[in-house]
């Protein structure tokens, strides 16, 4: 199965909810729900703006993992917007438009923080 690597933004929540951003086991990454929260913990933008920093996040922690995009083969979208969601898809298919990991798009009531629109779960697999 390979050994289990935990891949950490550093964020003060992992450690006192107890997650980690990413999990790596073989050649598997699962990355956790990660918002379009910005290097300084803020969140900004609409759903457009957000989801693209959440893939920039998702894929900082797969590059930490020793993963790319193309590795991606599953993606979960969840917003609070689920109106808005052409411009969710548009931000989601200029990462994943040629790779085309299977995906769902969920509406959700809330998120942890009201500012959040849009949290993404991805799960990659390394190609060996």
């Known amino acids: 199965m390979g050994a289990r690597e935990l891949i950490s933004t550093g964020s003060k929540w992992e450690p006192l909810i107890g997650y980690s951003r990413a999990v ?9 729900g990660t918002t379009g929260t910005g290097a300084d913990g803020s969140v900004t933008g609409g759903v457009y703006e957000q989801t693209k920093q959440a893939l920039a996040n998702i894929v900082s922690a797969l590059v930490k993992a020793g993963a790319k995009p193309e ?56 190609a060996e």
């Open 24 to 32: 790596k086991v073989g050649n598997q990454v699962f990355v956790s």
């Open 71 to 126: 590795h991606v083969v599953r993606t979960r979208v969840f917003t609070t917007k689920i109106a808005e969601w052409e411009a969710i898809g548009r931000a989601h298919g200029e990462v994943f438009g040629m790779i085309r990991p299977a995906t769902a798009m969920i509406g959700v009531a809330g998120m942890v923080d009201p500012a959040m629109l849009v949290e993404i779960e991805a799960h990659a697999v390394i």
